[in-house]
């Protein structure tokens, strides 16, 4: 649903990511990332990264927004929103912070907007082109890009919870699987516990997949024992299953779908828990 004023607008949806880019007029987007709503203005451009759990609000051709915190309601940059919305689709973890470290929403609660952190007087030019920014803005090629001009080890082993993010996220959305892996597993060993590392997690499950069903289980079943009710748990333990049932007997993912039809008796992997369960 939606509350539109005299509207013309691009929205696309690719690669896990909602893009909404305001011509003119205004329009209120609702969904579980912001399940209070936000108010665009023409000139104004909404990115919703799906797997990240993030919201990038910034104006448009050149970004100076930051990222808004799932369910946090308005961005700093955005008008007070009205109630009525636009459904977005099943989030990722919640985002707590502005262009730095999220916290866990679950133990902290809903977590307000901060103001970007402050950059080095000797670069100005970076304020307007951080990894974070450019991935809102699609420049994916040129996140990765800058990363290799600066180090890709640099990026991964000093830079900024932000920056390695954004860098794995680039990475996944241009294709570049080992750069992604790479970026996603220094998330988790340089911050342990942030909302990155946890939604680390279940994109390391995704990328395993083809290659590693094995693998893929084990990162499942990480991402579950570190967020066991989180926005994504339902698909990670129906991918576990499915994990499970392709590299081991069909009696080892029995446990697995019985769990499963248990707690999402309705779920988009009830079916397939339904056929292992019957297959005595």
């Known amino acids: 649903m939606s509350q539109v004023t005299g509207t013309e607008f691009d929205l696309a949806w690719e690669d896990d990511r909602l893009k909404l880019t305001m011509q003119e007029g205004a329009v ?28 990038t609000l910034n104006e448009w051709p050149a970004p100076t927004g930051g990222l808004v915190p799932a369910g946090s309601g308005t961005p700093s940059s955005a008008a007070p929103p009205p109630a009525a919305g636009v459904g977005a ?19 902290a609660g809903t977590a307000a907007a901060s103001a970007p952190p402050a950059r080095a007087a000797a670069a100005p030019a970076r304020a307007a082109s951080s990894f974070r920014e450019r991935l809102a803005d699609g420049d994916f090629a040129g996140v990765i890009a800058e990363a290799k ?25 241009a294709g ?19 909302a ?28 579950l024992a570190e967020s066991p009710t989180g926005p994504l748990a339902s698909e990670a333990l129906g991918r576990k299953l499915v994990a499970t049932r392709d590299f081991a007997r069909p009696d080892a993912a029995r446990p697995v779908a019985e769990e499963y039809l248990k707690r999402y008796p309705t779920g988009a992997f009830a079916a397939v828990g339904a056929e292992i369960v019957s297959a005595r």
């Open 176 to 194: 570049q699987t080992d750069l992604a892996r790479r970026a996603m597993l220094a998330e988790r060993s340089r911050f342990p516990g942030s």
């Open 28 to 55: 209120v987007v609702r969904g579980s990332l912001i399940p209070t709503g936000v108010a665009l203005r023409g000139g104004q451009r909404l990115v919703a990264d799906v797997a990240r759990g993030e919201v």
């Open 149 to 173: 001009a600066r180090g890709v080890d640099e990026v991964l082993g000093a830079g900024t919870l932000d920056d390695v993010a954004s860098l794995a996220d680039a990475a996944r959305y």
């Open 196 to 223: 990155e590392a946890r939604s680390a997690a279940f994109l390391l499950g995704r990328l395993s997949e083809a290659a590693s069903p094995r693998e893929a289980a084990m990162w499942y079943d990480r991402y």
């Open 89 to 107: 689709p099943p989030a990722h973890e919640p985002s707590a912070g502005v262009s730095a470290a999220r916290e866990d929403a679950a133990g």
